[in-house]
């Protein structure tokens, strides 16, 4: 193995004792760029843009042409005029500016509603559910459940996984003995769904038969009828509700629904659309000794988030962003990629979810990808237009001995213009490791990381959530302004990466805003010195 390459802090060891080392340094985004993924974000680029176009230019040029052919105009009589500021509106000019009102009063018919992130709310469970690390080791010891070398081993993994003490845990699986029953898994997604929902419909003054659209994706727990179905129970929503419940899309799932909800959002009009995301540890607590799949145990907490989305003109004022743009990555047509991630049965027939030794480079390969998806995106316009220009020269002039151009995708991550269009960084709390290694490779500061180093640390990983807990630490410490640029990125089982950039439109408020952050009650005490972890060469 390359001597430059660094592996995790421990073995795992499965069944048959083979050692499994988990990759922990990801690959150079810089190096060995794919150009198929630079044209698929270009692709994403032209789809916001031609609109555009069409509005403003055609409808120009239809215009002029219609007024050369119906009045003889010639050219430096058109300037002439143009100069003395004088036209007579005759009939076939009076025809050619209803024909140009007609196609922008067709585009602005046509075109793609603004999205608006209105408010969102964390949930935050009760005081008596706070787990500190002393008291989780010793609930694992008294259950009685795991063998010696398994306690050892989980022992390790919390002193070095970035939790601090007083992330949550739910009740069924603090009860002792624990009573992990559909019953109490239940209690916990109705607490924490109904609790961030309660919170965002008191926070926007929504009533909650005024939503037209819910999303809701939880991995794991996925009873019948579905947790949309309970919320549609709960809240007595309308009949005609359009509702979705997504399962098994893993801690990147929360970036599906919004991508989801932004698509309904486009094809009915003057709509809220609520999305929930969360996760059920209750019935998916590993009581097992293979080490692979204890790793859930020590890092998964209880949270969950609620986000309203509008398409509303009348809610700009009161927004907080709107979405800029959504990219996703799926690499589940890979095998390595799609098993990396896989919820199975051990030995003794105790059902847990498994990480493969290939793990962190997989999901190293999704990150790029979908990097370089979006960077086209944020790149500044000189690289983009050399781009453009030798794609014209290779496929409509068809010039062979011109090489394809990658664009210098360090000017979009590395350096002042990517830290400048982008603003915040909310990257999935799914481990101190996968932290420090993105800090490593996108060259961020310790106060880019800080809100999900912080957010680990305090409530740990809470899936498909975390991101939002993310984002409520950079509003609550007053750093988001006006303008402001956030990237949201998370990666999960399938294998998936995905992408979302928000846009602040107006400045957030700390003081009075506090309902639905969770941060309310601790925020002074962050942020908290977190080791970054020590590798050691393999």
Same mark, same amino acid.
Request: hydrophobic share 40%; proline share 4%.
């Given at each position: 193995?390359?001597? +430059? !390459? ?32 630079? /044209? ?24 002029l042409t219609v007024q050369f052919q119906l009045t003889d105009l010639k050219l430096h009589?058109?300037?002439?005029? #143009?100069?003395?500021?004088? %036209?007579?509106?005759d009939t076939d000019t009076a025809f050619g500016l209803i024909v140009l009102l007609f ?51 989980? !022992? ?84 005609? =509700? ?9 801690? &990147?799932?929360?970036?599906?629904? =919004? @991508? ?14 609520? $999305? ?33 989305? &509008? ?22 047509? @890979? ?32 990150? /790029? ?13 000189? +690289? ?7 794609? %014209? ?8 001995? $011109? ?19 982008? @603003? ?7 481990? !101190? ?8 490779t996108l060259q961020l500061t310790e106060w880019h990381m800080e809100p999900s180093r ?26 988001? $302004?006006?303008?402001?640029?956030? #990237? ?13 950039? #928000? ?10 805003? #506090? ?5 309310? @009650? ?9 080791? =970054?972890? =020590?590798?050691?060469?393999?």
């Amino acid at each position: 193995m390359d001597k +430059e !390459r660094l592996t995790a802090e421990m073995d795992f060891k499965d069944s048959s004792s083979a050692v499994i080392k988990i990759r922990r340094r990801l690959p150079d985004f810089l190096q060995s760029v794919k150009l198929k993924y630079v /044209k698929l974000g270009y692709g994403y680029s032209c789809n916001s843009t031609t609109s555009l176009i069409f509005a403003l230019v055609v409808p120009l040029l239809l215009f002029l042409t219609v007024q050369f052919q119906l009045t003889d105009l010639k050219l430096h009589r058109f300037s002439r005029l #143009w100069l003395n500021h004088t %036209v007579q509106l005759d009939t076939d000019t009076a025809f050619g500016l209803i024909v140009l009102l007609f196609l922008f009063g067709l585009y602005w018919a046509k075109r793609s509603p603004t999205i608006y992130l209105v408010d969102f709310a964390c949930y935050k469970p009760e005081k008596q559910q706070k787990m500190a690390v002393e008291s989780f080791v010793e609930m694992l010891e008294t259950s009685g459940r795991f063998e010696e070398k398994s306690l050892e081993f989980q !022992r390790r993994i919390l002193s070095r996984a970035g939790l601090g003490d007083e992330t949550y845990l739910p009740k069924g699986v603090m009860t002792r003995p624990p009573n992990l029953s559909m019953k109490e898994a239940r209690l916990e997604a109705e607490d924490v769904m109904f609790g961030a929902l309660d919170a965002l419909f008191e926070k926007t003054g929504v009533n909650p038969r005024d939503v037209d659209i819910l999303v809701v994706n939880c991995s794991l727990f996925n009873p019948t009828p579905s947790l949309s179905a309970m919320i549609v129970n709960h809240y007595k929503l309308r009949t005609d =509700i359009k509702s979705y419940n997504l399962g098994g899309m893993g801690c &990147s799932a929360g970036l599906i629904s =919004i @991508d989801l909800a932004k698509d309904l959002l486009k094809a009915n009009p003057n709509s809220y659309a609520v $999305v929930v995301s969360t996760e059920n540890l209750t019935l998916n607590w590993y009581f097992g000794n293979d080490r692979p799949m204890l790793l859930s145990n020590c890092i998964f907490r209880m949270g969950g988030a609620a986000i309203l989305l &509008s398409n509303k003109s009348s809610d700009k004022t009161r927004s907080k962003y709107k979405l800029v743009h959504t990219v996703r990555t799926h690499k589940g047509a @890979d095998d390595k990629s799609y098993n990396c991630v896989y919820q199975r049965e051990d030995d003794t027939g105790k059902v847990g979810v498994s990480l493969a030794r290939e793990l962190m480079a997989v999901a190293g390969d999704a990150l /790029k990808t979908n990097i370089t998806t979006l960077g086209p995106l944020v790149l500044p316009f000189s +690289e983009q237009l050399m781009f453009f220009v030798t794609l %014209v020269r290779r496929k409509v002039l068809k010039a062979s001995n $011109v090489k394809p151009y990658i664009p210098d995708f360090k000017l979009a991550f590395e350096h002042f213009y990517f830290k400048l269009a982008i @603003d915040h960084f909310c990257i999935h709390a799914g481990g !101190r490791a996968i932290l420090d290694e993105l800090q490593k490779t996108l060259q961020l500061t310790e106060w880019h990381m800080e809100p999900s180093r912080m957010t680990l640390h305090r409530f740990g990983n809470t899936s498909s959530s975390s991101l939002w807990y993310e984002l409520a630490y950079a509003e609550a410490k007053g750093r988001v $302004v006006k303008g402001d640029r956030v #990237w949201q990125i998370a990666f999960g089982s399938g294998f998936k990466c995905n992408s979302a950039v #928000w846009k602040a439109v107006r400045d957030v408020p700390v003081v009075g805003d #506090w309902q639905g952050n969770p941060w309310n @009650d601790s925020l002074h005490h962050y942020p908290v010195t977190v080791p =970054i972890s =020590i590798s050691t060469s393999s």
